[in-house]
């Protein structure tokens, strides 16, 4: 099977732009964010990875963003993350904890970045070798 | 305090209603081209907001409820193909509002 980049578009959304100095997103394609001017640094970081995790996995959708169920009402899923060379973002778990006291969630992906086999197990995978 | 633009997406990370702006210059690990590829982009962000959001910076801030963990270093084969793969957890945190454990319900 012959394996395939992610569009910039695909990863940041309809209307990304970029030139050789900069990255701009458009807020209004990153999901289930609430664009405004003061935006937390966090909420825009997980949405960018939810958008982008969307394109390895996640439940199929009709046009108008509803998630289609098979007879017995289970959501339709799809698994796209062997398609794609470089790159796969994965769920992993959701755990409960105490953090101080105070009962948390913690929801965990994991980013997993493939580069050549040629680069020693002790650097890390930069952004130029993929 | 929740953690600036500037922490997390680079120092020259601007922002208003409709977009963020990110240099490609804060990037680590990036070489700055009109068209960089999606992946090395994505890795870059990653790569980026990882220097500020560490779990010892969490440790002394309440308001910062993403960290991420240590990397895994692996080779592994997809497709036939070797490839050293890099794993890196992210983790979102957020307030558990379910109650406590409560003998009644179970």
């Known amino acids: 099977m012959s394996t395939k980049r992610l569009t910039p578009d695909q990863l940041f959304g309809q209307g990304f732009y970029q030139d050789a100095e900069v990255i701009?997103?458009?807020?209004?394609?990153?999901?289930?964010?609430?664009?405004?001017?003061?935006?937390?640094?966090?909420?825009?970081?997980?949405?960018?990875?939810?958008?982008?995790?969307?394109?390895?996995?996640?439940?199929?959708?009709?046009?108008?963003?509803?998630?289609?169920?098979?007879?017995?009402?289970?959501?339709?899923?799809?698994?796209?993350?062997?398609?794609?060379?470089?790159?796969?973002?994965?769920?992993?778990?959701?755990?409960?904890?105490?953090?101080?006291?105070l009962r948390v969630i913690i929801h965990t992906f994991l980013i997993e970045l493939f580069a050549s086999a040629e680069i020693g197990y002790d650097t890390p995978i930069e952004a130029d070798d993929l | 305090m929740q953690p600036t633009i500037q922490q997390v997406f680079g120092p020259g990370a601007t922002q208003d209603a409709d977009s963020i702006t990110i240099l490609k210059a804060d990037l680590p690990g990036l070489t700055a081209a009109a068209n960089n590829n999606g992946e090395q982009l994505f890795a870059g962000v990653v790569n980026r907001a990882r220097i500020y959001l560490t779990e010892a910076n969490q440790a002394s801030n309440p308001d910062q409820s993403i960290t991420f963990g240590e990397t895994f270093s692996s080779f592994v084969s997809r497709n036939s193909q070797n490839y050293r793969q890099n794993q890196v957890p992210v983790n979102f945190q957020k307030l558990d509002t379910d109650a406590d454990i409560e003998p009644d319900e179970y």
């Open chain 1, 24 to 101: 701009r997103i458009q807020k209004s394609s990153l999901p289930r964010l609430t664009a405004t001017s003061t935006n937390t640094a966090q909420s825009l970081l997980i949405s960018l990875i939810l958008l982008a995790a969307g394109n390895f996995s996640g439940y199929l959708e009709n046009e108008s963003g509803e998630v289609l169920r098979s007879e017995s009402n289970q959501p339709l899923e799809f698994d796209n993350s062997s398609l794609y060379e470089f790159l796969v973002i994965r769920f992993w778990q959701a755990v409960p904890q105490k953090k101080y006291g």
